[in-house]
């Protein structure tokens, strides 16, 4: 009775920090004016294979159903909501979506990933504009900011710049010869140089023009930077990063810059592209996203187009970790422990009457001694004992669990106010 390979079932403490991430997610997506949903978990196959053909086939859940019906999981929000926003015929433009939940992909499974993990994605639909990406890519730097994440920096690259200078570079416009060359970009972080210019030139491509174009998958930097090492006049829609530039620039966002190397996803992307990294950290990019003005037009929407961004959860807070700021989830609980079982019923009174008041409060069911029940108050703010000889004078005993002091209360001053008399608003 094993779970399938790739799967995992989270636990308490997994869960409450993918809460965690979500609760900062929500908050941000609401205050930038995101519409928050869920698109279906299942769809019809032939929507997923909308724009990546047959062979998305083989990095998806797939199956008939009982109708007889070709099936999938989702394997990430942009599709489903890609689809529900074309559909929607009178909706008002630009209109701004956000989701959080769990995506599926039959992917190898490696550290950060398995094959169900967590998404948060933002997408904007409507008339393409530039400060589409720079709200998106705004919304992206403050979520990094309010998790408390340090040394996060946003990559930033546009699709049409690297493809015109492959076609530059190979004199070829054939759309096959170009997504090719962008794979070997795409490659870089993982292979090296001459383990791609191997593998590449086997498939019969020059080596001095594919070292030309690794070369300038290198480039990376600001904008004046680049500017200083590179001819950018020869390149196509230089102007547009520069103009994204400035308005992240006034929007406060600082944690960007320019990286050719950056292409993302060969099947969605038709403008701005951009990935998310900690300097510091292995695990890859954190979030991703861009223009795939293609997409709407595959959905039959030529009228419209979109921008969007997504990250994965368990890899931040793998970095989040990493960094050591992954808050303290426990919350202020009370433990109420018993002597004896003539104590018991005083006990669960005084339990119901704390969670009545949004106390988050544990009691022992298994009639155990005081030792074991205190044992098992270890993440509990105080307990409170409930003991014969204090209950006679009206009184049980507060015991503080960090510091080991206690002292009697009243229980008819805990009956009225539970709150001030805890003071569970202190740490």
Do not use: C
Request: negative net charge; glycine residues 8%.
């Amino acid at each position: 009775m094993e779970l399938p390979r790739g799967m995992k079932d989270f636990e308490a403490i997994e869960n409450s920090n993918i809460e965690h991430v979500r609760n900062h997610f929500k908050k941000l997506s609401n205050l930038y004016g995101f519409s928050f949903m869920e698109p279906s978990v299942l769809e019809s196959l032939s929507t997923l294979e909308t724009k990546s053909g047959p062979a998305i086939r083989d990095e998806i859940y797939y199956f008939k159903d009982k109708g007889d019906r070709e099936v999938a999981l989702r394997f990430d929000f942009t599709m489903g909501l890609t689809r529900y926003a074309t559909a929607q015929k009178s909706m008002k433009l630009p209109a701004k979506i956000s989701a959080f939940g769990g995506v599926f992909r039959y992917d190898e499974p490696q550290k950060g990933r398995y094959r169900y993990f967590h998404q948060w994605d933002v997408e904007v639909y409507g008339k393409k504009t530039l400060e589409s990406e720079a709200e998106i890519i705004e919304l992206t730097s403050r979520l990094f900011d309010s998790l408390l994440l340090k040394d996060i920096v946003i990559d930033i690259n546009h699709r049409n710049l690297v493809e015109s200078y492959i076609n530059k570079i190979f004199e070829t416009t054939d759309s096959d010869k170009v997504a090719d060359i962008l794979r070997a970009i795409d490659k870089i972080s993982k292979k090296s140089k001459n383990e791609i210019l191997t593998e590449f030139t086997k498939k019969g491509y020059d080596t001095v023009k594919l070292e030309k174009i690794l070369e300038f998958s290198q480039v990376k930097g600001t904008i004046s930077e680049v500017e200083k090492i590179f001819d950018t006049a020869q390149l196509e829609s230089w102007d547009e990063l520069k103009q994204l530039f400035d308005s992240l620039e006034n929007r406060g966002v600082s944690n960007v810059r320019i990286n050719f190397g950056i292409v993302r996803g060969l099947d969605y992307y038709s403008g701005v592209v951009f990935e998310v990294f900690d300097k510091n950290s292995k695990l890859g990019a954190l979030a991703g996203g861009g223009r795939y003005d293609t997409l709407t037009k595959a959905f039959g929407r030529d009228d419209i187009g979109a921008t969007g961004v997504a990250g994965g959860v368990e890899r931040i807070i793998l970095t989040m970790q990493e960094q050591k700021i992954i808050p303290d989830i426990l919350q202020n609980r009370v433990a109420v422990v018993y002597i004896n079982e003539e104590m018991q019923k005083v006990a669960h009174s005084i339990t119901s009457l704390l969670r009545l008041n949004n106390i988050p409060s544990d009691i022992d069911l298994a009639g155990r001694n005081l030792k074991k029940q205190m044992d098992n108050a270890g993440n509990a703010r105080y307990s409170i004992i409930v003991g014969p000889q204090e209950l006679e004078n009206g009184n049980v005993v507060l015991h503080d669990m960090i510091d080991g002091k206690e002292g009697t209360i009243s229980l008819e001053k805990l009956t009225e106010d539970p709150n001030f008399v805890l003071n569970l608003e202190k740490p």
